[in-house]
């Protein structure tokens, strides 16, 4: 029977509009089916460049994500492990880092969601939001499309060549992949956050710093929407959650954030947000996940759906759009009958690993409080290889460009051939793709590469694609 669909992705988050889009721009059939009527509220705020300048540009809303009004995030603010004092980092400190992408933004999700989502109906994507995707359809051992309520709750069915869910961490669709979600033994975290006017503001350049500030029972996250609104969180241990039985939420939360001098300084003069999407109290658990596997036959899992870390490090929307990216070669590569599915996806699979593994790796160290900042600096250099100092290897990690990342992403007429292959041979040895990602949406051609093991596949030239190494993509 004829597909409706090329692919039906669900899931209208950073991942769904980011694959949704770039495989439409291929000129493939594209639904996408998002429960809610955007705007919606959504936790991950605090972006990194990788995204605003890598995936933003491939979506082709740079511009219109840079004219929002988001709050520049020019670094980060700690007050972790041994040192009392809290510590900064700025992107720019690294010489090699510094330039047009040494920032990223502080979104308001609201926004640059539908910003996301809006771009990919523009771009062919055929977006139906209040459709609630509540099944897969399956036949012979294959994903063949998705059961879904529309907007009116009618029960449909789509037929599709792929599914792929990037429906998140509530996704109801993902155990049909197969496999058991293994959540994590080591980051069982709950997170309790609101909203604030008023909150004090740093300085200038860092007064758009994410402040990540350890207290007794955990940490708190503290970012800066705008001049006026602040999210505040705080993530507690497992062994804290009794605190959040305490009282209502409000409560517990202005509690908590008493027991944290640095951020209850920040806020003194603040009000909390009572009333509209950001008047609630809210909670999230059970986050740290990775699927034991991430595609099957007809459907793949794309960010948070597939695996989520922590929120230290913001690396979330990264991971989400990144993987994004690499599944949107997969499916282009296997829609044109070049390469055979089960290898594009396991390529999918294996980059998407690596990338989780890096992030995963260093926030493990991270959490070991009884170091100081510069043994995270060392262990930032450890994990990600670079030839850089510690520091710079620390800013450029967390940065979301690892090292010599601010050196790729330049737009420098001095980007030679030659600088840009050193760069490139240099990202290939730490294995950081965010970092690719940039280098292929400034310079609009992907680098090619050597495979990544043996009979794996490099991205095509115009990095759209999965190509086999040494020869032409289709
Ligand atoms: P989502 O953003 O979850 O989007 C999934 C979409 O699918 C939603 O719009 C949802 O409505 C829709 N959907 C769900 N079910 C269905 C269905 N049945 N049918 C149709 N549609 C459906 N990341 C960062 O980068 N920076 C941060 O600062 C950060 N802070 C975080 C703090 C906390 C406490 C937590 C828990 C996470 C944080 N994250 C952060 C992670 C970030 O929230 C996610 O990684 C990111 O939103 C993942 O994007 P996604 O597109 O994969 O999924």
């Not at 523009?122 to 036949?139: F, I, M, N, P």
Request: with cysteine.
């Amino acid at each position: 029977m004829r597909s409706d669909y090329d692919v039906v992705v669900v899931g209208g988050g950073p991942g769904g509009s980011t694959l949704s889009t770039l495989v439409a721009l291929q000129g493939h059939r594209v639904l996408l089916l998002e429960k809610e009527q955007f705007p919606r509220h959504q936790i991950g705020e605090s972006l990194l460049p990788s995204t605003v300048h890598g995936i933003c540009r491939l979506l082709g809303v740079a511009d219109e994500v840079a004219d929002a009004g988001f709050v520049k995030k020019h670094g980060g603010t700690f007050r972790w492990g041994l040192n009392a004092e809290p510590w900064s980092f700025d992107f720019s400190v690294s010489e090699k880092f510094s330039g047009p992408t040494s920032y990223a933004y502080q979104v308001e999700r609201m926004k640059f969601d539908k910003i996301l989502l809006d771009n990919a109906r523009s771009k062919g994507v055929d977006v139906r939001e209040r459709c609630d995707a509540v099944d897969v359809l399956e036949e012979d051992g294959r994903i063949r499309g998705v059961r879904y309520d529309d907007a009116d709750g009618v029960r449909r069915e789509v037929r599709a060549e792929f599914v792929a869910d990037a429906s998140g961490n509530r996704s109801r669709i993902h155990k049909r992949i197969g496999g058991a979600r293994r959540y994590s033994e080591f980051f069982q975290n709950i997170a309790v956050f609101g909203y604030f006017t008023g909150g004090k503001r740093a300085p200038a350049p860092g007064s758009g710093n994410i402040t990540c500030a350890s207290f007794d029972l955990g940490w708190f996250w503290y970012i800066p929407l705008s001049d006026e609104l602040t999210s505040v969180g705080a993530v507690l241990r497992r062994e804290s959650a009794e605190r959040l039985k305490d009282g209502p939420r409000a409560k517990v939360l202005e509690g908590l954030i008493g027991e944290c001098p640095l951020i209850a300084g920040f806020l003194a003069d603040a009000e909390r947000v009572t009333e509209g999407p950001y008047g609630e109290v809210r909670i999230r658990k059970d986050y740290s996940y990775i699927q034991e596997r991430f595609w099957r036959p007809g459907m793949a899992l794309v960010g948070d759906a597939a695996c989520f870390i922590d929120p230290l490090f913001s690396s979330g929307v990264h991971l989400s759009t990144y993987s994004a990216l690499l599944a949107a070669r997969s499916i282009n590569t296997a829609l044109s009958g070049a390469i055979a599915e089960a290898d594009c996806f396991r390529e999918y699979e294996t980059r998407y690993r690596r990338e989780y593994e890096v992030f995963h790796d260093f926030l493990v160290a991270f959490y070991d409080m009884q170091r100081d900042e510069h043994a995270y600096f060392r262990e930032a250099k450890n994990i990600t290889g670079s030839s850089a100092t510690d520091t710079e290897s620390f800013v450029e990690l967390v940065g979301g460009g690892a090292s010599d990342e601010s050196a790729l992403i330049s737009t420098a007429p001095s980007s030679s051939r030659k600088r840009r292959a050193d760069l490139l041979e240099r990202s290939r040895k730490i294995h950081w793709q965010g970092s690719r990602v940039q280098v292929q949406a400034i310079f609009g051609e992907s680098m090619g590469d050597d495979a990544l093991y043996e009979g794996g596949l490099v991205e095509s030239p115009d990095g759209m694609h999965w190509a086999r190494p040494g020869q032409p993509a289709s």
